[in-house]
């Protein structure tokens, strides 16, 4: 009986001394737990964002990507599959869900082992805010208690709400409404129940189950959440056929951002971090920039077909790499071998299964095979013959790049070597509008539009020509082009022999023929007149480093150093009617309450910023530039079908640099190719070769139903009647021409024909120019 008694008391003292120990032990532990005022008072990291002018995300910076929702904005299937999936009596319980842990405590006793957790939503804030993730009994303990803490002082609804903005879900998202955006680049509002699903399965383990890293698993931890919502009554069995049906597109394994737009992004995150160090990246600052999301749209396309298409002209170099590829070929052996080798948007990297001169299959990241024919084969052609070479055969186990034309067939390319960019600028307030800063920021993050010194070649011929009109040269001035030699002392360097592009000479011209057909010599002899060191010092008034531009007489075929940024703001001054602006990118900062903290104050033209040429020397050099695009090297871009259009081709020594700098009332636009490591191009790769046609893809999607400008004569120009190969004025017919009204020629007296002023004898200048 007394041991009957004994074993008795045992089984009541034994349960009711671990119960005391707990109390015990939590009654010493609740003092020294964290306090909730990272709850009540919630400043999560978010992040650095950068948008359009008209509101397009285009870059996010910052340690975790994040995107504030209240619970009230959260989408009821959204709550629904959170609850399914991670605490379906969140609502009846106190923080601890006991039947969870009762659960939990007898799977991890029979495995000897902390296996499984029993956390309610409530204990994960607490983890989430205060613990770490280790599994021990003390941290469990701990977060249990926090738990019935956070519970006391917050009601469900807030406490949901935590979680919602605060869990992490793969890919730097915290937080549904980041990863809503991350992995579909939708709202939250806007996800089906599929993807809804998909997003709650991955508190559970964001690795493991992150589509963009494994699909297949992703699907498998969808459709449990799936079942477990129509378990649960909050979704019906049609429901749960469709969604299960419904095939997802994972913006991850495409492109970040709707807009490419990466190397202005990291202007932007230079400039932030200028101004506000680390807390730029966690302050939540949104940066609203000038860039206008279809010219960013216009010019990235521009960019890359302009450099397929150059790419093309010159052959198939071969593949990237060589790979063993094992039979069979898993899903996870293709990951590790194409990890190397990362898509740069629609060029996806693939290894060659079969090759032969007719057809190539290959295998795609995700393990997806697919089969190349006819065109698509056109350009690696070379690559599939018996005689080529080692490193150009197409084989087994080649790495190379895939794309779909515009007729959804797949076509074999290749990563190009050469680069290129474009920047276009509101010539009124410089405003940036587009900025391509090379062909792919991930495989190249040098910014070619702000950082790449290239010669400008005949592009920067209308700065000389700009400053011949002040020197009383009109575009009627006639100049001889004909062979020139010049001897070291006066080059600077060595001697030259300065020729034409095309090695003629079609001797005297007026000066508007001259520009329109790009003609050295008659630079050369420009130069020559007025003297480098007055255009050595011209120059700085477009904004032009005098240091790049030696003062000798190569500076007349733009022998010096520029970049895309600076044509762009010195062809602005044409375009404005003669004033330099500034160029900027921010238009406004604003914090993470949307107060506007910074606001852009440019100076615009006519109204504030600085004139820097004479109103008629704009509209002369913008005659002179038109009648390039009319009649001229920029002649294609008459296809357009716009009367208003100024620029210049140019085109460096060895076809080392294409450019093409043009533009309208309205908007100023520049475009460069060449190899970062000054090589040529290719013979005949000219400026309205390979830079203008990017010019004009641009154009064509930007300037649609922008009205046309004409150019308004400002006071103090003239007109008159010349005589085509004289220069001089045509008492009867003729050609109609501009002039400074104390320029215009006479009309028999050749002295004026060259420009000339009564100080300069007629002897003189013919000397020079002839």
Do not use: C
Request: positive net charge.
């Amino acid at each position: 009986m007394r041991s009957l008694l004994t074993v008795i008391f045992a089984l009541f003292a034994l349960p009711l001394a671990a119960i005391l120990l707990v109390v015990f032990a939590a009654i010493l532990a609740y003092p020294g737990l964290p306090s909730l005022e990272a709850l009540t008072d919630y400043q999560p990291k978010i992040p650095l964002r950068v948008y359009t002018a008209d509101g397009v995300l285009i870059g996010e910076f910052g340690e975790e990507r994040r995107a504030l929702i209240r619970i009230e904005d959260v989408p009821d299937n959204m709550k629904k599959a959170i609850l399914a999936a991670e605490d379906e009596r969140f609502y009846r319980h106190g923080g601890v869900d006991y039947f969870g842990v009762a659960r939990a405590a007898i799977s991890n006793f029979t495995s000897g082992a902390v296996k499984q957790g029993a956390s309610t939503i409530t204990m994960q804030v607490a983890r989430n805010f205060f613990l770490s993730k280790e599994k021990t009994f003390t941290r469990k303990f701990n977060e249990m208690l926090l738990a019935f803490k956070i519970e006391h002082s917050l009601a469900k609804d807030e406490i949901l709400q935590l979680y919602v903005n605060q869990i992490f879900l793969g890919q730097r998202a915290h937080g549904f409404a980041a990863a809503a955006q991350i992995y579909f680049g939708k709202n939250l509002k806007d996800l089906s129940l599929a993807e809804t699903a998909m997003l709650a399965g991955l508190p559970k383990a964001p690795s493991r189950f992150n589509p963009v890293a494994n699909l297949k698993r992703a699907k498998a931890r969808q459709l449990y959440v799936l079942r477990r919502m129509r378990e649960l009554g909050y979704i019906t069995e049609a429901q749960f056929q469709s969604a299960d049906r419904e095939e997802l597109a994972i913006k991850g394994l495409l492109q970040e951002f709707t807009i490419r737009a990466d190397h202005f992004a990291e202007m932007i995150r230079q400039a932030m971090y200028d101004r506000y160090k680390d807390d730029a990246y966690h302050k939540g600052y949104r940066v609203f920039t000038t860039l206008d999301s279809r010219h960013q749209r216009a010019a990235y396309e521009a960019v890359r077909s302009g450099v397929m298409s150059y790419d093309r002209r010159h052959g198939y170099r071969g593949p990237e790499a060589y790979v063993d590829v094992p039979s069979g070929v898993p899903d996870d052996v293709v990951e590790d071998i194409l990890q190397d080798f990362p898509d740069s948007d629609d060029l996806l990297a693939a290894v060659v299964l079969e090759a032969s001169p007719k057809q190539v299959r290959v295998l795609l990241r995700g393990g997806d095979a697919i089969l190349i024919r006819g065109e698509g084969l056109k350009l690696a052609q070379a690559g599939l013959s018996e005689k080529a070479s080692a490193n150009q055969r197409i084989r087994r186990g080649a790495v190379v790049r895939v794309y779909r034309d515009g007729k959804d067939n797949w076509v074999l390319v290749q990563l190009p070597s050469v680069e290129a960019s474009l920047v276009s600028m509101d010539p009124v307030d410089g405003g940036i509008r587009a900025l391509v800063g090379g062909f792919d920021f991930n495989r190249n993050k040098f910014n070619h539009v702000t950082q790449a010194l290239r010669q400008p070649g005949s592009s920067f011929k209308p700065f000389i020509y700009s400053a011949a009109l002040e020197k009383g040269f009109t575009p009627a001035t006639i100049i001889n082009d004909a062979p020139l030699r010049f001897e070291a002392r006066q080059t600077g360097s060595e001697a030259w022999e300065p020729k034409n592009f095309d090695g003629t000479f079609e001797g005297p011209m007026r000066l508007r023929t001259a520009l329109a057909k790009s003609k050295n010599l008659v630079s050369v002899r420009i130069l020559q007149d007025i003297s480098p060191q007055y255009a050595q010092d011209y120059i700085t008034r477009f904004g032009f480093d005098a240091r790049l531009h030696p003062a000798y007489l190569t500076m007349a075929l733009g022998a010096g150093n520029v970049t895309p940024m600076q044509m762009v703001v010195g062809y602005s001054v044409f375009a404005n009617g003669g004033f330099r602006v500034t160029p900027y990118f921010i238009d406004r900062i604003e914090d993470q309450r949307k107060n506007v903290v910074a606001k852009a104050q440019p100076r615009r033209a006519a109204h504030g910023a600085e004139r820097v040429i004479d109103a008629r020397n704009a509209f002369l050099m913008s005659s002179l530039l038109h009648e390039v695009v009319r009649s001229g090297t920029a002649a294609r871009a008459m296809q357009l079908g716009r009367s208003d259009l100024g620029g210049k081709t140019g085109t460096t020594n060895d076809f080392v640099d294409a450019w093409f700098a043009g533009y309208q009332a309205s908007l100023v636009a520049v475009t460069w190719i060449g190899f970062d490591n000054p090589r040529s191009l290719g013979r005949n790769e000219t400026g309205s070769q390979a830079a203008l046609p990017m010019w004009i893809s641009y154009a064509s999607q930007v300037l649609k139903g922008v009205p046309e400008q004409a150019l308004v004569p400002p006071e103090g120009i003239v007109t008159a009647r010349i005589d085509p190969y004289t220069g001089m004025r045509s008492p009867s017919g003729g050609t109609l021409e501009y002039f400074y009204q104390e320029f215009v020629p006479p009309e028999s007296a050749p002295a004026l024909e060259y420009g000339m002023t009564p100080e300069r004898p007629p002897d003189e200048v013919r000397n020079q120019l002839f």
